[in-house]
């Protein structure tokens, strides 16, 4: 199934040119390999990950996710996935991982997921002053559980 007034063709191709850089085999821009990533990291929610040697709680985290029209216009930029593509199938996996990693630690020490403000993938470079916040905020949560 394509969205709405994509054809079958336009698909594949957004297909084949998102696989060749994000499936676990290809080479990746940003040197990552990620040839052994189902077996490092086979679930978003485990295992959970241990805070510091003097507490049974896990660690602060805060897990972001971006704006689905940013993100969208950005796939299109730049490898011309068509707008819908994301919404229907690249946005709901995003949803669901994010969901997961918030559970790599207890419950009243993760925030989120939260929707980054005019953010698709690269939050850090979209909103800086928004990712300047979150760190704040961990920071203080740190500090006042010392």
């Known amino acids: 199934m394509t969205p709405p007034g994509t054809s079958l063709e336009v698909y594949e191709a957004a297909y084949t040119k998102m696989t060749s850089i994000f499936a676990p085999t ?34 602060w985290i805060t897990v972001v996710g971006h704006e689905l029209e940013q993100f969208s216009k950005e ?7 068509p707008l819908g593509m994301a919404a229907m199938y690249t946005q709901p996996m995003w949803e669901k991982y994010n969901e ?30 928004f990712v300047a916040e979150q760190l704040e905020d961990l920071i203080m949560k740190v500090e006042s559980s010392k």
């Open 100 to 129: 997961d990693l918030c559970k790599l630690t207890d419950q009243d020490r993760a925030k989120g997921p939260i929707i980054a403000p005019r953010c698709g993938h690269f939050v850090h470079k979209d909103n800086p002053p």
């Open 75 to 81: 796939e299109w930029a730049m490898l011309k996935v």
């Open 26 to 59: 290809s080479k990746n821009g940003e040197g990552f390999d990620r040839r052994d990533i189902k077996i490092i990291l086979p679930n978003p929610s485990e295992p959970k990950l241990k805070g510091s040697k003097t507490s049974d709680k896990g660690p």
